[in-house]
């Protein structure tokens, strides 16, 4: 599996790089991002999967998230896919809306025409592009951990609800808890995985968590001034849903926060940092 090397930086000694290749996954080329961090020759790193949200590249994160001197500091890989397939063939949104197809893929396998052919981001997050950093980055394998942000909140907590002895640590920025509860994710899971609900519930953080699905715990950032909060994010229901199922969550409502990165640059430390002692030794 090769990969081209789109642009490298210097930063905080380490190195800040944006590289293509061509996925058996979505029949596309897709675009990502990778911050290596100052590091001793042959040493192996813990990663950090960062999942963006709706409208956004890898470069959204890349550009404003401000990790790279926490992930200096700490060690810490940290890798930024892309949120969908994009090209000329990819089908996206009949009205071009922003909540579903391009910049839109949800983190889920697509089984519905015209889509299943190209939309397969979960196979992507956590199969493809793990194989190809892991072969082109000096990644310890046995050190993983995800985050992400608003639809990449939902991908980050039922990757790691799926894979609790992969991943380390989990930690999301205003994320939707209850996608088959809301309208960005009423709207994105019939599209992609059609109407019957139970295909849903594989891929909804509330619904894995009450069909007994464990993690060992979760950070949470939500902003109280979020205009998104009570009609898409609903933490109330991810705190009843791991208090019910006895799974650790620090769930922290910042007051004056936004949905922007803004926000997540100003907390994006913390949880670097709790990341970090997660992946220890």
């Not at 963006?52 to 890349?62: D, E, P």
């Amino acid at each position: 599996m090769t990969i081209q090397t789109v642009s490298t930086n210097k930063s905080y000694g380490g190195v800040q790089g944006v590289y293509r290749h061509v996925s058996q996954a979505t029949g596309t080329d897709m675009v990502f991002s990778v911050y290596v961090p100052p590091h001793a020759d042959g040493a192996r790193l813990p990663v950090v999967w960062y999942l963006s949200g709706l409208t956004c590249t890898h470069a959204n994160v890349t550009e404003k998230g401000e990790f790279r001197k926490a992930c200096a500091e700490l060690g810490l890989i940290f890798v930024a896919p892309d949120t969908s397939p994009r090209g000329p063939d990819v089908p996206g949104d009949a009205n071009n809306a922003y909540d579903f197809g391009l910049g839109a893929g949800f983190y889920v396998d697509a089984t519905e025409a015209p889509f299943a052919r190209n939309y397969r981001m979960w196979s992507y997050v956590t199969d493809e592009l793990p194989k190809l950093v892991a072969g082109n980055f000096p990644v310890d394998a046995k050190r993983q951990s995800v985050m992400g942000h608003s639809m990449g909140g939902h991908g980050a907590l039922t990757v790691a609800l799926r894979n609790p002895h992969r991943y380390r640590a989990a930690s999301a920025f205003a994320p939707i808890v209850a996608p088959s509860q809301v309208p960005w994710g009423i709207k994105a899971l019939t599209g992609y995985l059609g109407p019957n609900k139970d295909a849903w519930r594989s891929h909804d953080t509330v619904a894995l968590i009450e069909d007994g699905a464990k993690f060992s715990g979760f950070l949470v950032d939500v902003g109280e001034a979020d205009n998104f909060l009570k009609e898409q994010l609903k933490p109330e229901l991810l705190e009843a849903a791991c208090s019910k199922a006895n799974i650790p969550l620090t769930l922290r409502r910042q007051p004056g926060y936004d949905h922007s990165y803004y926000f997540i640059s100003t907390f994006i430390g913390d949880h670097l940092h709790w990341h970090a002692e997660k992946l220890k030794g």
